[in-house]
């Protein structure tokens, strides 16, 4: 599957705090010279957990993610909503079927 849309990092908001690399499964996003880059695309799954935890709000998910079943033509959407994550704080993602 291809995969277009990753993090946006905004570099002057960015303080490379390093959190957003601690909380990535994937280690897609690293520091390098002291911001914030998706150092590994491909790696992304668009988690939206760097946005989650950023302080800076430097880290942003801002794409909409639609599965498309290609049998029934109903469509799923993923967009910014809201979910538990074990450690009681908010995801972004929900479905919502249309
Ligand atoms: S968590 Fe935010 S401020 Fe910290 S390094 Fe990542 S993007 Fe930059
Ligand atoms: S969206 Fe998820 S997988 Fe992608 S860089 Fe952020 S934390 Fe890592």
Same mark, same amino acid.
């Given at each position: /599957? /291809? %995969?277009?849309a *990753?993090? &946006?990092?905004? =570099?002057?908001?960015?303080?490379?705090?390093?959190s957003?690399?601690?909380?990535?499964? +994937?280690?897609?996003? &690293?520091?390098?010279?002291?911001?914030a880059? *998706?150092?590994?695309?491909?790696?992304?799954? @668009?988690?939206?957990?760097?946005?989650? @935890?950023?302080?800076?709000?430097? *880290? %942003?998910?801002? @794409? &909409?993610?639609? *599965?498309?079943?290609?049998?029934?033509?109903?469509? +799923?959407?993923?967009?910014?909503? %809201?979910?538990?994550?074990?450690d009681?704080?908010?995801?972004? +993602?929900?479905? =919502? %079927?249309?």
């Amino acid at each position: /599957m /291809m %995969r277009t849309a *990753i993090p &946006e990092v905004d =570099s002057e908001k960015c303080t490379g705090c390093g959190s957003c690399v601690e909380r990535c499964p +994937t280690k897609a996003v &690293e520091v390098v010279n002291g911001k914030a880059v *998706i150092v590994r695309p491909d790696d992304c799954t @668009y988690c939206t957990d760097c946005e989650a @935890y950023c302080p800076a709000e430097a *880290i %942003r998910c801002p @794409y &909409e993610i639609v *599965i498309l079943p290609a049998e029934t033509g109903k469509r +799923t959407q993923l967009k910014g909503a %809201r979910g538990k994550r074990a450690d009681g704080t908010q995801t972004r +993602t929900k479905a =919502s %079927r249309k």
